[in-house]
């Protein structure tokens, strides 16, 4: 089977200093897939570089085998809360409805299927009483679900979520990894840029461990070692094992 990613010496830099260097892998599908390394690691560049968001210098990127641009229509993305301009005047309804642009074209407008469809996946959050209020003044957990919701419409076979669980609060969190384990029970792909070390095995199948160079891919049961996370984050890293409820410190 094609897989759903493919990247091949993906590299990435900014004013000439590499942010990602000849990065590759593939990824399997269904699998819910954590992407982990220390700040400043190139986690978010990733999924930009993927995206087509940022310019790379060199690589190649396949979508189901196919370039990105001829497979836009599967996929979602939820980009950082920080990047976007939540005083842009428009209401939750109107945002998740825009999940469906990508399957109406250019010249077709959202009409009541497509309106619906977003009420829906407004329910599906916990946000269906928030239709009409304004972004800007939904709170930062508010705005997190919304553009879940948005990636709901798109209805998509690989989504991107870059830092979904990032200031949210614990409400939210739980509506985010409901989502995530629906998703995958639905067959779907999921890459999850994620800072919180405690529920990396909690949450994900896979990993990707990256600080500029790819550190490693694969299963989390095989991946999340100590070695593993002293050889990407290098330094002295405190850790808590859930598992065994103590800490470790890498030195």
């Known amino acids: 089977m094609t897989a759903p990613l493919t990247v091949k010496n993906l590299t990435v830099a900014y004013q000439k200093q590499p942010v990602l ?6 990824i399997p599908e269904g699998k819910l897939i954590g992407i982990v390394g220390p700040n400043g690691a190139g ?11 940022t310019p790379k210098v060199g690589g190649e990127v396949a979508i189901y085998g196919k370039p990105y641009k001829e497979q836009r229509k599967l996929i979602g993305y939820v980009p950082q809360r920080e990047s976007v301009d939540w005083d842009f005047p428009t209401n939750a309804l109107d945002v998740v409805t825009m999940g469906r642009y990508g399957h109406l074209g250019w010249f077709r407008r959202p009409g009541r299927k497509e309106k619906e469809l977003a009420m829906n996946c407004l329910r599906h959050v916990g946000m269906e009483n928030f239709t009409d209020r304004q972004i800007s003044q939904l709170s930062g957990g508010q705005q997190q679900r919304i553009f879940l919701a ?27 990894i ?26 994900f199948d896979w990993l990707i461990l990256l600080n500029v160079s790819l550190m490693g891919i694969g299963k989390t049961e095989d991946l999340f070692t100590r070695e593993n996370l002293q050889h990407t984050y290098g330094g002295k890293l405190v850790m808590f094992d859930s598992d065994k409820k103590s800490s470790f410190l890498i030195n």
């Open 150 to 176: 948005r990636a709901l419409a798109q209805d998509a076979r690989l989504y991107f979520m870059d830092e979904p669980f990032a200031g949210v609060d614990a409400r939210t969190e739980k509506a985010i």
């Open 21 to 26: 260097r000849n990065v590759s892998f593939d």
């Open 43 to 53: 986690k978010s560049t990733l999924i930009k570089g993927i995206l087509g968001l």
């Open 178 to 203: 409901t989502l995530l384990h629906e998703l995958r029970q639905q067959g779907k792909t999921v890459l999850v840029v994620h800072h919180d070390l405690n529920t990396v095995r909690q949450y």
